[in-house]
């Protein structure tokens, strides 16, 4: 198994424990609030946290595998050549977006909620922990794309 393999693998399993967590939780709400007429006080915030790791990290797990939503009408209509330089244009514009807004601004993000100590109301956690999450699916993204970048680079070689 490559590198990428391994992170891919893992991805899978972070997103299929987190998703069963997300289920419970909320199965947990609905029979709290609606079965014993106690709704749970920490359930609302946990899946909004969840949610939050889900999304970025779904998103970053499909970025990977380029399967995410795209209107790529240029693309196909486009020269081998042609295409190959928008696909280069376009890692290197996601690459720049990671690195700036999901690494630099993400990490700004933590580092302040634990500077500041910043704790959620319910749960009682740190915040920080809960916006980890920007600076990993950035550096991820950057990864991936890097090697999308490298594999595209290789096969026009030839």
């Given at each position: 198994m490559t590198f990428r393999q391994i992170?891919?693998?893992?991805?899978?399993?972070?997103?299929?424990?987190?998703?069963?967590?997300?289920?419970?939780?909320?199965?947990?709400?609905v029979i709290s609030r609606y079965v014993m007429n106690s709704p749970s006080s920490f359930t609302d915030e946990l899946a909004g946290f969840l949610l939050i790791w889900v999304g970025l990290l779904g998103a970053t797990y499909v970025a990977g595998k380029r399967e995410h939503l795209a209107i790529d009408i240029l693309l196909q209509r486009s020269s081998p050549h042609r295409k190959y330089v928008l696909e280069m244009i376009i890692s290197s514009v996601i690459i720049l977006f990671s690195i700036t807004v999901l690494i630099v601004g993400g990490s700004w993000l933590v580092?302040?909620?634990?500077?500041?100590?910043?704790?959620?109301?319910?749960?009682?956690?740190?915040?920080?922990?809960?916006?980890?999450?920007?600076?990993?699916?950035g550096i991820l993204i950057t990864y991936f794309d890097m090697d999308n970048m490298y594999k595209m680079f290789k096969a026009n070689r030839k």
């Open positions: 992170i891919d693998k893992a991805l899978e399993w972070v997103l299929v424990f987190l998703m069963s967590i997300l289920v419970l939780d909320v199965l947990w709400q580092y302040t909620r634990f500077y500041l100590t910043v704790k959620s109301a319910a749960l009682g956690i740190p915040l920080g922990f809960v916006y980890c999450v920007l600076p990993l699916s």
